[in-house]
């Protein structure tokens, strides 16, 4: 949840300083492909062998989860996708987690 709360709250720093760079691009605005960029770092694909391996070896979650969840907690995340009670990817605030 640090990382996606660090990198989200640098861009958005970043684009305060640079108000030229706040462009949409194929139709996305700077922060949609903020999230976008994190989920993908987290995209795999694993056979149903590996991820029992995996889940009982390594203490963090399995990618699926790491692309989606931290995000969910994330304020800029509901803001900037227009996510609202009843959408799949809502938490609700008394849910949410904030660590900084």
Partial sequence: MGGIAFAYGALRSYLHEHPDQN????????????????????????????LRQVTATDPHPPGEYRAVAPAQHEPGFY???GIHPGDPMWLAPHDR???W
């Fill in 97 to 99: 987690v904030a660590i």
């Fill in 23 to 50: 462009r949409k691009i194929d139709g996305l605005t700077p922060e949609q492909r903020c999230f976008i960029a994190w989920a993908q770092v987290w995209a795999d694909k694993t056979s149903p062998g590996f």
């Fill in 79 to 81: 803001e900037t996708f």
